[in-house]
């Protein structure tokens, strides 16, 4: 079975300075994918990032952007030139061969003015 | 467009009564699955409906059931409620049964007493 481990409960950031929220996880299958989502208080989650493993390069959507590190079956997340809106719960996320999401702990991060 | 739209936002129920929370799936999507959102936690799977049937479920008991609508529409019931069945249930579509895009509603808060 798949696992998603989230080591950092909570992280705080500068405003307009980078964070990076860690993320390991473990599977026995050669395809799967790797998620970061992120919960506003609104409680929607709302997709950040995606990475398929089989694509050796690195995601990046914006501000926002992985460090797939398929070996250590690692994958984390940067957040560059953070902003007040960053603000939530961002969970790592991966997904098996039967396409159900498998869930980290969440960490959440802060946003400092 | 219309997002996945979730009814109702919150309620409270009482230990032993039976629940039912609703979902509409995203404009053109077919497939809902429910997941289960402990406070501090991240989101569990509990089951996946497409065609109107249960495709795949999670490790969760049979007072957990759900059913699907011919408008892709669907409803998860818990039975005999549980104070731990307090959560925010989510409800996310996607369109086929072998889609890694989900699509999230904002959620339903349930709080058993």
């Known amino acids: 079975a798949q696992t998603v481990t989230q080591s950092q409960p909570e992280m705080s950031v500068q405003e307009a300075e980078t964070v990076t929220l860690s993320c390991t996880y473990d599977?026995?299958?050669?395809?799967?994918?790797l998620f970061w989502y992120k919960q506003p208080p609104s409680r929607q989650m709302i997709l950040v990032i995606r990475?398929?493993?089989?694509k050796q390069q690195n995601a990046t959507e914006n501000r926002f952007s992985v460090n797939f590190q398929k070996a250590a079956k690692s994958f984390s997340l940067k957040i560059s030139d953070s902003q007040l809106g960053d603000a939530a719960m961002y969970f790592c996320?991966?997904?098996?061969?039967?396409?159900?999401?498998?869930w980290g702990a969440g960490t959440k991060l802060i946003i400092k003015p | 467009d219309a997002g996945v739209t979730q009814s109702p936002t919150h309620l409270i129920k009482t230990r032993g009564q039976q629940v039912t929370l609703r979902c509409s799936p995203k404009?053109?999507?077919?497939?809902v699955s429910w997941y289960q959102q402990a406070l501090g936690q991240g989101p569990q799977f509990i089951f996946q409906?497409?065609?109107?049937?249960?495709?795949q479920r999670g490790n969760f008991p049979d007072r957990f059931s759900g059913h699907q609508f011919p408008n892709y529409s669907s409803e998860l019931n818990v039975n005999a409620l549980l104070l731990g069945d307090s959560a925010l249930y989510l409800c996310?579509?996607?369109?086929?049964?072998?889609?890694?895009?989900?699509?999230f509603g904002p959620g339903t808060r349930l709080t058993v007493t």
């Open positions: 996310a579509s996607s369109l086929g049964l072998a889609s890694y895009e989900q699509y």
């Open positions: 404009s053109g999507h077919d497939t």
């Open positions: 409906y497409y065609e109107e049937e249960e495709r």
């Open positions: 599977t026995s299958e050669s395809d799967y994918y």
């Open positions: 990475q398929e493993a089989y």
């Open positions: 996320a991966s997904m098996d061969s039967n396409y159900q999401l498998i």
